[in-house]
């Protein structure tokens, strides 16, 4: 089986690295901590630090990208880490599998496809496009092979406490508290269970045909936090939840003091309005669709 390595094990690369070692394939993880799953090859290591990726790529078929810096320092962080996986994309050979989001869409309306240009103006999201786009660049040019796929909130086992799915949300539903909420409560929104955003990291890594272009994670149809609230509640056998919204100026208050508090400004568009990813042309191109939502329900509460 093949080499692949994948760097990050946070909420992403967990998934995808324990997934990867099932199905027999030699994995090396790379981490600044040098953590890992049992089965891995682990390496700790700055991800900026150029030399030291290209060794950990040496041989690989896929280089996975599951890095994810905090919000607030993609300025600073992103650019010498991208940098970092070009450099070894192209001395592998490993085809460069991107995970990235869709922040550099901007403000929609309608369903987001791949199509749509990355036509954000936000400093932090034109960072992210910026990585697609020289990544695409240097893919076209024939230095590397490269796909990037993208996801909206994530959810499911291992998610991390900046999930709105996640340690915020379950334990105070499974003990029939309120659940603070800082958006809205009745607006559509596109939730992708993150053991879908591992299985697509695979087949786009491991397809020709996803080389050289973004993909959507296969992601189930939209829900608003209440209809989701209400259906994790009826999986084990409770009332509808209640919910306590967090007044928006109070949240801009505390983000004078939170760094990450005060970056929600920047996403608030995101929950106000509908916001809906379309991965009709992922499942339809791959054969590969979203996990059943009871199912990945059940799993992020049994999680």
């Known amino acids: 089986m093949g080499k692949h390595v994948v760097v ?34 682990k390496v700790a290591a700055d991800i900026a630090d150029q030399r030291r990726l290209i060794e950990a790529a040496e041989g690989a078929d896929v ?34 599998a991107i995970l990235g989001n869709l922040y550099p ?6 369903p987001m496809t791949e199509d749509l240009p990355l036509a954000s103006t936000n400093a932090k999201a034109r960072v992210r496009a910026r990585m697609w786009e020289d990544a695409l660049a240097a893919h076209r040019a024939g230095r590397i092979r490269v796909t990037e796929v993208r996801g909206s909130d994530f959810f499911g086992p291992g998610a991390t406490d900046q999930s709105y799915l996640g340690t915020r949300f379950v334990p105070a539903l499974k003990a029939g508290k309120p659940i603070q909420s800082v958006w809205p409560l009745d ?23 996803a080389w050289g272009k973004p993909w959507h994670v296969p992601t189930a149809e939209p829900m608003t936090f209440r209809e989701v609230g209400e259906r994790m509640a009826r999986l084990i056998g409770r009332p509808a939840p209640k919910f306590a919204r967090i ?38 191109t791959f054969g590969v669709t979203p996990t059943p939502l009871d199912e990945a329900l059940k799993a992020t509460l049994d999680a």
């Open 8 to 41: 990050g094990y946070g909420q992403v690369g967990t998934h995808l690295a324990r997934k990867l070692l099932e199905r027999g394939h030699e994995v090396t993880v790379v981490t600044r901590s040098g953590r890992g799953p049992e089965g891995a090859v």
């Open 63 to 96: 280089l996975y990208n599951c890095v994810n810096p905090p919000y607030h320092r993609w300025h600073t962080d992103w650019p010498p880490m991208a940098a970092s996986f070009l450099a070894a994309a192209e001395a592998s050979g490993a085809v460069l």
């Open 105 to 110: 869409y901007g403000p929609v309306t309608g």
């Open 187 to 209: 607006v559509p929104h596109s939730w992708t269970y993150l053991p879908d955003v591992a299985e697509a990291l695979i087949v786009a890594g491991g397809d020709e045909r």
């Open 247 to 284: 007044p928006w100026p109070l949240v801009r208050a505390l983000g004078l003091f939170s760094p990450m508090l005060g970056e929600l400004r920047h996403i608030r568009y995101q929950f106000v309005a509908p916001y809906i990813l379309d991965s009709s042309a992922f499942q339809q």
